[in-house]
């Protein structure tokens, strides 16, 4: 994973990165502190509260950390995660047993729209669409209801017994009258009187059958339609439940220190990692250009990182016994940066993206496909009102809640994604980047000026608050 100074450097490289590619900074101080009482947390929130104080706007870019084996905190880190472990494969369990009750569901109710979709044709006063509808329900009863008969269906008996007409005749007929016709001599003895015999009766079941076939099914719609609202919304649940622990597995999941030769295995090592990054809106420009509208803002940027290594040992107590006690080193670097209001997003968009491990990243590409390939699908049957009745009225009015599952599915395994705004041209490349004018100059001179200031002002006021030496010329001589 890519550092956020390596990023700016991405972004800008002519301004911060060198020759070879190296980041550098506009500014930038290192201070080293070690003791046996030394530990990270007052340090981290004494530089925190001293940006925000300061009005700046801090977010939190690199939280790394690792246990060697041998000591107590690894043992800790490892039974919080297996616990969390446990819990989360159990939900994953439940969305995965519902997502297959939903598939099967989308299934069957697309099964049951495609037919009642006949009955619909087959009621049309359209003379086309309603032979249409006719023909596609007299093959399922011959297929599924009439085939049972064996060797008295009409497919067997057209087909073996010499009744040839017994099968067209049956598709043309739509009414008893119809049979009539086709055995008068106006209707050119198109069928003899066996055949008349046997259809009567066939007709008169399979109207039966229509109607109440559609009744069943149209109920049987309804019903399942009801059941996969509900499946979606325990989905929705289930994945609300499991976020919060995925979440925290991939935040105790030991990573930055995997090489680090500081980590031993029996020994009772700890190492931390964290990167703050502060911005600052500078103000409008100064004079004679403070009526000038600006296109874009301007920040003063701050990386502020704390490199931790500590270590439990024994102490005396003042009550002569023997306690644990934490002590360990921490590596402090300072930097600053002046960036534009288009550097700044693709730098998070950067970040953002290299935010997602990698275990991650491959099951949320892979889920993501899936899921959208299902989202009409929920959206159609749970949110629109689909029923055999069609209706041409549209309603524009959306449901509280409409929030679609898959969507909330594919999020268990994002985080922090910068969302795109499709009105404005999005930046993807540093090359997109337009250019500062005569004016954008001036003023990221002054944000340079600004941010170098107060960079030194926090190196220099947290050694003086630590008891610490400093220098009054800001390191340039």
Known sequence: ??????????????????????PKALSSYKLTSQSDITQLEPIYFW???FL????????KVTDNFAASPGSGQFQDFSQRQATMMAKASEYMGAINQVTKSILNLIYDLKEFEIRLEQYERAKDKDKKKKEEGMLALKQVWLDNVDLK??????????????FTTLREAFLIANEQKDIENMASKDGGNVINESVKRILIPRLSEFLMWKDISEKELSKRFAIEKTYLKSQVETLKLYTKWARPYLKSIEELRMKGFDKSPELVAAFSTSMFELTLMAKKKQKAPPAPFDDYKMKRDYYAIY?????????????VTQKGDYGFGFGGRVDMTFDCYALNS??????????????????LSVLQDNTAETMKQLEDDIKHFVYDDVMPEKKNKKEDTKKEDDTNPFTALVSLFTFNWAKKDDKKKEIAEPKDIPKDNDIEKIVRDKTKDSAKEFLFAVYDVYKKAHGMASSPDKFES
């Open 1 to 22: 994973m890519a550092t956020i100074k390596e990023v700016i450097a991405k972004v800008c490289p002519k301004a911060y990165a060198d020759d070879g590619g190296k």
């Open 47 to 49: 530089i925190l509260d």
């Open 52 to 59: 925000q104080d300061a009005g700046n706007d801090v977010t």
């Open 149 to 162: 008969r064996g060797r008295g269906s009409i497919h067997q008996m057209a087909n073996e017994m010499g």
């Open 303 to 315: 990386v502020v990182n704390l490199e931790y290594r500590g270590h439990v040992g024994q102490k």
């Open 342 to 359: 288009d550097e700044l997003k693709l730098v998070e968009k950067e970040l953002a993206n290299a935010d997602i491990s990698d275990g």
